[in-house]
């Protein structure tokens, strides 16, 4: 394993963006929460992600999630996500990261408009020249809409280039998966879906990036560890566990699901940005029944 590969490999939340009850960032429960990740087991901290609902932020709103991540440089790897669909935005979230001490960048493609592969591998290119940084391809097509093809050679090129540190895999095609680590073996590859982390490391991923670590973490820091021990029947059987939970979260908004486990667990998260909307009665009684019935809590092991 490379240096970079060793310094990163590892789980990571994909970590929320609390707010206050008059819809402000909650910057001490944010704090607390990663704080709690990080005495849990995780590697470093995903800022500013899908699931920091980070298109539901405003810029001064991102740049204020970098700062409050910032607190706990040099303790842990903080990866901020800059992915905008504008180049000047995304290069200006990356030298805010940049200047706050993150060890690494993530950037979504650009997407809604039917950019073609050159204007996106400049995207990533220009993102890298303006700070000097490479970047994590977030590869996650379901929301982007942007496929990257590896048989088009201008994305070939682009992964195989100093531009790209890595790719963080939120795409269900974990053959995919596999076929980019192939290109590069030099590449830090994340496994992007929960649902998906066994079937990820098994084709290579060197950790994963998850959502529903924020509260789960303990859970699937023992299916992580579990694995690597090669005790692969007992990975899968607590991997089924989680996509019960994972299941449940899903079909009733996964966003404010997690918020409203969280808070039941002690961390005020509050309630998602609109157009989101926070669960009922009936569904709040559901999740709990599915995650009192699944979650381990490392206390099991």
Not at 65 to 85: C, D, F, M, Q, R
Not at 124 to 138: F, G, N
Not at 181 to 191: A, G, I, T
Not at 279 to 287: F, H, I, R, S, V
Request: with cysteine; hydrophobic share 40%.
């Amino acid at each position: 394993m490379n240096e970079i590969k060793e310094k990163f490999a590892g789980i990571y939340p994909a970590t929320i963006t609390p707010f206050t009850s008059d819809n402000k960032i909650n910057a001490d429960a944010m704090l607390t929460l990663m704080r709690r990740n990080l005495n849990e087991g995780a590697k470093g901290l995903f800022i500013g992600g899908s699931s920091a609902e980070c298109f539901l932020l405003t810029p001064e709103e991102r740049k204020q999630t970098y700062e409050i991540a910032s607190e706990l440089k040099g303790e842990t790897n903080l990866i901020a996500h800059v992915g905008a669909i504008s180049t000047d935005q995304a290069i200006d979230y990356a030298r805010c990261a940049k200047a706050m001490g993150f060890d690494a960048i993530a950037a979504t493609p650009p997407f809604y408009y039917g950019f073609d592969s050159a204007s996106v591998c400049q995207y990533y290119y220009d993102i890298y020249e303006a700070v000097k940084m490479p970047v994590i391809i977030y590869n996650f097509p379901g929301n982007t809409g942007r496929e990257f093809n590896l048989s088009d050679p201008k994305y070939r090129e682009l992964f195989q280039s100093p531009a790209i540190m890595g790719v963080k895999h939120t795409n269900q095609v974990v053959y995919q998966l596999e076929r980019i680590r192939n290109l590069d073996h030099s590449l830090v590859v994340f496994n992007g879906f929960d649902e998906t982390m066994v079937a990820g490391l098994a084709l290579g991923a060197d950790g994963s990036v998850g959502s529903t670590f924020n509260f789960m973490l303990p859970h699937y820091k023992l299916i992580f560890d579990t694995y690597k021990k090669k005790e692969l029947e007992l990975a899968l059987e607590m991997q089924v566990k989680a996509n019960n939970i994972m299941e449940a979260l899903c079909s009733v908004g996964l966003i404010p699901a997690i918020k409203y486990v969280l808070t039941t667990q002690g961390i005020d998260a509050g309630e998602p940005r609109r157009p989101f909307l926070p669960l009922n009665d009936e569904q709040k009684k559901y999740l709990d029944k599915v995650i009192a019935e699944n979650l381990i809590t490392g206390q099991e092991a």
